[in-house]
């Protein structure tokens, strides 16, 4: 039986009431697949809850079972409503709107008393970064495996587009397969000085995900994602020259190898002033892969390496380290703070 995912859409929009609307997403066509996100406020409990469903499987007329549905804390639907109240004017159609690779995005912002909506094709554009911290809270909150199509909105704004376009998950049995079927045969030699002068700084294996920094002259932060039952794997590299360098040639061969090496130090940003727009853009810890008197270099959620001051505009230093195998930069944040008093 085909799928009609207007129809679906037409099911979904009767099931709703529209006064209960906060939020809604709609991903049609997107590299084949059609999603339906909302977010509702729930008058009588006071509390907001996501939905989410697959519009691809709706085969009947009442659609109850194919939701799914949880509670959305309320601080962070609000942040979602402050943004959207920052960005006001941003909320309009951006550029031809394909039927493939749609996405829609409509805020009814209770704030400012307004219905907000937006829509553009398969990546977040650049000038709409604001958006990116909306799809990642309503993203963190839906089924973890959705991370690709939110990985894949993001590509614009992190730079990934071309990396992410010939960067798809392959088929591949990361420790009975040849190494020789990805890379080529001058990536390989590079990639075995990298493995073999132990030019490792960090390899640390989190869930499925593999992540590394080789440090050359520069510094290269490698994650690579395999899936063991799907034998499926997934790799970037931060230097950007194409999928297949030496990089990842070198991280493959360790982690073939089940070579040791040293965890990466995580440290989070906490301010207790911080407002609430500073508090999102800093939710998550990062990998700290150095420090000096000023700065603290770290690598964002999206791979990106980047050099943040220690100390804030009062001359605070809010950084609190998580891990720290080493203890270098445990010490150094501890002489920074003891300093301070
Ligand atoms: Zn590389």
Known sequence: MLINVDKNLEKVNKFFKERDLILEIILKNYENYNFYIRINY?????????FFIDLDTIFEDSIEKYIMSGPILNYLVNKILIISCLYTNKFKKIGNIDEANYVSLKIKNKFIKKELSLSFNKYIPKEYNFLADIFVFVFNELPKKLDIFLFELLAELTNSVKKYENNARKNFD????????????KTREL?????????????????NNYYALIADEENYFIEV??????????????????????HLYAVLLAIKN??????FCKVKYIDETSTLIEDILNFEFYFCIGINDKDIKIVDTYG????????????KC???????????????????KNDMI
């Open 42 to 50: 729930m008058e009588k409990e006071n509390f907001y809850k996501i």
């Open 174 to 185: 990361l420790f009975n397969d040849d190494l020789k079927l990805i890379f080529d045969e």
């Open 191 to 207: 990639g075995k000085i990298y493995y073999e002068k132990n030019w490792f700084k960090y390899l640390e294996k989190i869930g």
């Open 225 to 246: 994602d395999y899936d063991k039952e799907l034998k499926e794997l997934k790799m970037s590299c931060s230097c950007q020259t194409n999928e297949c360098c030496s």
């Open 258 to 263: 089940k070579k040791k090496y040293k965890k």
């Open 304 to 315: 990106n390496i980047m050099e943040a001051p220690l100390k804030d505009y009062n001359g």
């Open 318 to 336: 809010n950084w609190v380290v998580l891990e720290d195998e080493e203890g270098i930069i445990s010490k150094k944040i501890l002489a920074i």
